[in-house]
C-alpha cells in the first residue's frame, strides 16, 4: 500500500472519529445533575438561615442571609422574604463549568416598588455568605416590568416583559461560569427576545469571583415582599456512554494508524 493511500485511510478513520465525539457526546449529555436544591416545604414561619437545603450533590455549608433586620420565613411551603435581604450558599467545588439556575419567582407586594438597583427580585451569585443586593451578580424581574441583567449594582441590560403581583414566573438560565456567557434565558408565560442580555454577559465575565447561589429581594421598604420557591442550581455530565465512545474511538484510531503504518512500509 502506497504511503499516500495510507495517509488517506488515517485521515478517513480520524475523520470518523471526531464525528463520534462530536455526535456521541452531544447525545450522551445528561438532563443535570443536582448541586442545589430547596423547595421551602417547612413549616410555616421557618427561618432559613442556618439550615441546608434539601438535596442532593450539596457541596456543603447551609443557607446564610445578607441580614437579619428583614423578615425571611417560609409560609404556605414558599419562601416570603422582606425588602433588601439576599439568601446565600456556596456552590464549593461546583463553581465551574455550565451551571443551570433556576426558581420561581413573584414579585408580590413589590409591585409599587419603581426605580433604584435594589428593587425587584434576584436569582445569581454572591462573592460573599453575606453578600446582599450591592454585590448581587445575576437576572432580577423588577416592579417596572423588565427583567434585567446586574452585577454589583451596574445594570447592564433589561428587557421588557411585563409583571403581575398575582403571579409567579419560573425564572431559568444557564451560565458558562469560566466565561461569564449566559445562555437559555426563559420565563416561563413571557414571550420576549433575551440576546441583548446574552450579549451583554458577553461583554465581560461578571459572574468570576462569585461561590455563593443567591436569591434576592429588593424593595422601598420592610414592609414590602418578594417569593421564592424551588430554587435549584444544576450542572451537566456527559453520560457514562459518550466517555465509552470516546475511549474507544481513540484506542480504535491509534489501531488504525499502526496498520496503515505497517501496510505502507
Known sequence: MSKTRANAIWLYGFTAVACAIIFGTSAGRADARPIISEDFNRPNNTTMTGLAPDLANLPGGVFSVSTTFYPMQTHANQLQIGADISLNVPLGAYDAGLLHMSADVSLDTLLGSLGGNNRGVGLGFQPTSNGGWTTFTGLKLTP????????????LGAV???????????????????TGVMSAISLQGISANFSSLVTASAGHNYFSGNPYASVFVGGTNAGQIGIIDNF????????????????????GLGVMRRRARRRAS
Open 160 to 178: 421588557f416583559v411585563g409583571t403581575s403581583n398575582s403571579s409567579t414566573y419560573h425564572l431559568s438560565y444557564d451560565v458558562d461560569v469560566g
Open 232 to 251: 435549584a442550581v444544576s450542572d451537566s455530565i456527559p453520560e457514562p456512554a459518550s466517555s465509552i465512545l470516546l475511549g474507544s474511538s481513540i484506542v
Open 144 to 155: 417596572d416590568g423588565y427583567l434585567m441583567l446586574q452585577s454589583n449594582q451596574i445594570n
